[in-house]
């Protein structure tokens, strides 16, 4: 039986160096706030709780993150990272192991902390550790001449042979909770930064005959922490390089992995296709087959298979049935529900509606608030006038109904089936089904007459 978990993550830091208003942890990764992201992999362990040390902007991480299940714990002055962990340790059992993560250290995965984890299993002390080219602010780790770790000193502390020192600590460590509770009643401020340091314990444990189990990860990324939004954006393209090789290898094609973003979760079925520059956010499903095309957004949609979002276009909330064509430059805007073999062509845009099969709206109109029936032809230039300044009403289509071009249907209003509208109308009363209805001032000739000549100055 391995010994129950419990995760402690410090986010109390200030995050000065974001120059933001907005407390460091909230700033996302992939579309989600870094600390949100640690205590997903946290959570992937099975802990028994999570506590999140918070302090800086305090209030706004705990109510934007409320969804978190997370135990929360003010830590009102920062005093050090020991003191820190220290302000947890009153609700963890001595019989509890503890997990150490970071708020700003976002893309650690789950595989690496479960090892992290099993190099405390033993009444050791697991230690995430690395080796850097340039190691500089870092906490590093000495080694005696056995190779064994005896304590961290850090950049501040450090002597000019320790500053040589390339192995580093990442920070994150694993450890049993009654010895943890020991070494940190004992730690002092009694160095170049007057802070209490969690790295102290390390040399307390080695004192103390704990074996101090090193281990490390091959990708860096992992351990890195962000303290600037030049580290943020870093780390932004590593998780959606991470986001891109795993859908590539599920058999999407990438046109260029480097020009896709995923914020959120995307779920494809087989030889679907993505061209360059295409952000997916919130919950998306895309079908067999789909293409979508360069510079497009979709933002929590469904697509059944077959289906062509063509170049630029826009589309939030709603549900595309098999075989549709839209765009280029095409706007869903949120709740449509297009049914199979729909086209919605370029500067179309549809909110709120839905469109049986068939039916085509190729250019320039404004379908709102409308329920369309089958194999309705909509010309350019059309738009449902659903907004009275006051109330938004419906406009009712049915099926095999034509629309000619640049006509306005004033809702509340129906449209019988295989009704067609001339075009140019404005369209204020139900049109009956079967007929011809148009609205439009009879044209004229003026026989004879002469355009003005441009007066002599
Ligand atoms: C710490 C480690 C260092 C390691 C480095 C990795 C110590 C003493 N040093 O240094 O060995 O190489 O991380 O990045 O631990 N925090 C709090 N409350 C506090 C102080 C810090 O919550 O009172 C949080 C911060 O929000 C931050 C993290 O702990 O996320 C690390 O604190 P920071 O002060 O940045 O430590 P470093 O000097 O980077
Ligand atoms: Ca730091």
Redesign the pocket.
């Known amino acids: 039986m391995s010994t129950q978990l419990t995760v402690v993550v410090?986010?109390?830091?200030q995050?000065t160096r974001m120059k933001s208003d907005l407390p460091?942890v909230l700033h996302t990764i992939g579309g989600r706030p870094m600390l949100a992201r640690v205590v997903d992999s946290a959570q992937s362990l099975n802990p028994q709780a999570i506590h999140v040390?918070y302090?800086h902007g305090g209030e706004r991480v705990r109510e934007q993150l409320s969804a978190l299940s997370v135990n929360w714990i003010l830590?009102s002055r920062?005093?050090?990272?020991?003191?820190?962990v220290d302000q947890a340790m009153a609700q963890i059992a001595d019989s509890q192991n503890v997990l150490v993560l970071?708020?700003?250290?976002p893309l650690i995965t789950p595989a690496t902390l479960s090892r992290l984890v099993a190099a405390a299993q033993d009444g050791g002390l697991g230690l995430l550790t690395a080796r850097l080219p340039d190691p500089t602010?870092?906490?590093r780790i000495v080694r005696n001449a056995a190779g064994k770790v005896c304590s961290?000193v850090?950049q501040k502390d450090a002597s000019p042979e320790q500053l040589a020192i390339n192995e580093?600590?990442?920070?994150m460590l694993a450890v049993n909770a009654g010895l943890l509770r020991g070494w940190l009643g004992s730690i002092g401020n009694d160095n170049a930064?007057g802070?209490y340091?969690?790295?102290d314990i390390v040399a307390l444990a080695a004192d103390s005959g704990v074996d101090v189990n090193a281990i490390s990860t091959p990708d860096l990324a992992e351990i890195e922490?962000v303290?600037n939004r030049l580290q943020l954006a870093e780390l932004e393209r590593v998780f959606q390089r991470r986001q891109a090789n795993h859908l590539m290898l599920q058999g999407v094609t990438l046109r260029d992995p480097a020009r896709f973003d995923l914020r959120g979760s995307l779920e494809v079925g087989r030889d679907v296709e993505i061209d360059i520059g295409v952000l997916i956010e919130g919950e998306v499903k895309i079908g067999d087959r789909c293409y979508i095309g360069p510079n497009s957004v979709l933002k929590d949609v469904v697509l059944g298979s077959d289906v062509r979002i063509e170049a630029n276009s826009i589309l939030a909330s709603s549900t595309i049935g098999d075989r549709c064509l839209i765009g280029p430059f095409a706007r869903l805007r949120p709740e449509c529900r297009l049914a199979e073999g729909v086209k919605v062509g370029n500067f179309v845009e549809v909110k709120k509606s839905t469109v049986d099969k068939g039916s085509k709206i190729n250019h320039l109109t404004y379908v709102g608030d409308t329920r369309m029936g089958a194999n309705v032809n909509v010309g350019a230039g059309t738009i449902t006038c659903n907004y009275d300044g006051a109330n938004k009403h419906l406009t009712v289509i049915g099926d095999n109904v034509f629309i000619g071009s640049d006509t306005q249907l004033v809702a509340p209003v129906t449209i019988g089936d295989g009704a067609t509208i001339g075009a140019g109308s404005t369209i204020t009363r139900d049109a009956p089904a079967g007929e011809l209805t148009l609205s439009r001032s009879e044209q004229r000739t003026r026989r004879g007459w002469r355009r003005p000549v441009k007066a002599r100055s």
């Open positions: 410090l986010a109390a830091g995050g460091k040390v302090g830590q920062q005093l050090g990272t020991g003191h820190a970071y708020g700003d250290v602010g870092y906490g961290i850090e580093i600590n990442t920070g930064q802070e340091y969690l790295t922490g303290n």
